[in-house]
């Protein structure tokens, strides 16, 4: 690091670059990956300095995937921004020609940009990134990445299911083709198109027969059990929560088996009110939280505490870009107690805002059909909406419709 700083001084980003590529293997050798990470962010600098803008906006585009991977909308925009930077300053430099070596991170930071406006944006659309559309051309990662970003926001938090539908086999062939190297992003992605079009035979049989590795098959039966409660209020949710907790705990998961314990406890208290297993169950998520073990699939960190605080603040946007990441993870990973609560808050923001349709989809899909009729009656008069049908005395434990009409984001 010292003779890296040296470098830099001298203007030798070439040998900065190498020395600090040196120091970022040996930390992450380690078993130091926040500070390889770092460095690997000190190291993008230096080859932007010395003009190699491709390699550059690889390392920038590991670091802005992190962030956006844990729902860090202002460090993924600041790196989004970095980069961005280096390419308008190559451009201004050679105004008269295409910028040798800078095709691929141009084609990245198309698909960076694309990813932060889906975090920045507190109503997304639901369309599918033209980039998406073309060949991958050695982009496929990156753009899988971008796709489970979309899907998980269109069909978790939103709801929207059209779009998934309508580019379901695109979506498929994109798992497909980065099922070799990133398994938790190809199965991701296969289950928003399974969340969308209901179609869950294929990704459950082959969770209950090990295809997968043991984690993969319990966020499978995890997220199938989180589909089944919000789509129709089912009881045999807890069948595949409880099956998701055995294959978690066997692979060392514990952290995960705690929070899908939560989600049985939360079925069980609205399906079978004062059930005589509830601190038992208690008892066991506390215990599978405390013991060591790997860390969480998806890791929502402490965004669900960000939040609250800015919504106490009545900072509605930073509240719902935080909520809505919260509330993606949480589902995403099959969490439906932290989705439960994460979705309540999430409720409070468009109803501050006077937004009571909005603020009533939200909390009808965690089964808060009380809530909703309360909202009703500080809201003016206006034609019933498919939250009022919802929150009507005939109401079930499912949520509205996964087909039901939103409102056009502004």
């Not at 009022?388 to 984001?409: L, Q």
Request: glycine fraction near 6%; hydrophobic fraction near 45%; include cysteine.
């Amino acid at each position: 690091m010292e003779a890296a700083a040296r470098f830099t001084q001298e203007n030798n980003h070439h040998a900065a670059a190498d020395k600090l590529e040196q120091a970022e293997n040996l930390l992450a050798q380690s078993g130091f990956d926040g500070h390889a990470a770092s460095v690997a962010r000190r190291r993008a600098d230096a080859l932007i300095n010395a003009g190699h803008l491709d390699e550059a906006a690889s390392l920038l585009t590991e670091a802005f995937w992190q962030r956006a991977d844990a729902g860090d909308v202002d460090g993924a925009r600041a790196i989004c921004h970095r980069l961005g930077e280096a390419l308008r300053a190559e451009a201004s430099e050679h105004p008269d020609t295409d910028a040798a070596g800078t095709g691929r991170a141009l084609r990245l930071f198309a698909v960076m940009d694309c990813a932060r406006n889906l975090l920045a944006h507190p109503f997304p659309e639901p369309k599918l990134p033209a980039l998406l559309q073309g060949d991958p051309n050695g982009l496929e990662i990156s753009l899988a990445r971008l796709a489970v970003l979309a899907s998980e926001t269109a069909t978790l938090v939103d709801r929207q299911t059209a779009w998934i539908t309508e580019h379901a086999e695109h979506l498929t062939k994109l798992a497909d083709a980065v099922r070799d190297t990133d398994e938790l992003l190809a199965v991701r992605l296969r289950l928003t198109v399974a969340d969308a079009t209901g179609q869950w035979t294929d990704l459950v049989n082959a969770a209950y027969r090990r295809r997968h590795r043991r984690i993969l098959c319990a966020l499978i039966l995890a997220r199938h059990a989180r589909h089944l409660v919000i789509t129709e209020g089912s009881k045999e949710a807890a069948e595949h929560w409880k099956e998701a907790v055995e294959q978690a705990c066997l692979d060392g998961h514990n952290a995960d088996a705690g929070e899908w314990v939560h989600a049985q406890r939360l079925l069980h208290q609205r399906t079978v009110p004062m059930a005589l297993s509830a601190t038992d169950d208690l008892d066991l998520a506390n215990a599978l939280l405390a013991r060591p073990g790997r860390s969480k699939l998806l890791d929502a960190g402490d965004l669900l505490t960000k939040g609250i605080g800015a919504l106490h603040d009545k900072n509605l946007r930073v509240a719902v870009l935080a909520l809505r990441q919260q509330v993606r993870l949480s589902a995403a990973s099959g969490r439906w107690f932290d989705e439960h609560v994460a979705r309540r808050r999430l409720a409070e923001v468009p109803r501050e805002a006077r937004e009571f349709d909005r603020a009533g989809d939200h909390a009808v899909t965690v089964g808060e059909t009380a809530a909703v009729k309360h909202w009703l009656v500080e809201r003016p008069p206006r034609r019933p909406s498919a939250c009022c049908v919802a929150a009507s005395p005939t109401a079930s434990f499912a949520p509205c419709s996964p087909t039901r009409p939103s409102a056009s984001p502004p």
